[in-house]
């Protein structure tokens, strides 16, 4: 058990953001999954354009990593690239 008011403090901010972090991460996990689901080449375009924002709002906040929101967004555009 932590001792100093400070790392009381630390430990609770720690768990409040680790909460928001996974809650982040598994919508845009589940973002990513409708776009792979989608057949329909327009609705894929609309639903990538909001899901690379989301994705460069991750990285931009750490949640995930820079690398990954790119290459989750190059893959993703190569699926809707694809579609018919």
């Known amino acids: 058990m932590a001792n100093h008011k400070s790392s009381i403090k630390r430990i609770r901010k720690s768990q409040i953001r680790r909460l928001r972090n996974k809650y982040y991460a598994k919508t845009a996990r589940n973002a990513v999954k409708n776009i792979r689901g989608t057949a329909d080449k327009v609705q894929a375009g609309v639903?990538?354009?909001?899901?690379?924002?989301?994705?460069?709002?991750?990285?931009?906040?750490?949640?995930?990593?820079?690398?990954?929101?790119?290459n989750l967004k190059s893959k993703l555009a190569l699926y809707v690239n694809s579609l018919n």
Do not use: E, R
Not at 56 to 66: F, G, M, P, Q, S
């Open 47 to 70: 639903l990538y354009k909001k899901v690379s924002k989301m994705l460069d709002k991750l990285a931009k906040k750490n949640v995930i990593h820079n690398n990954k929101a790119n």
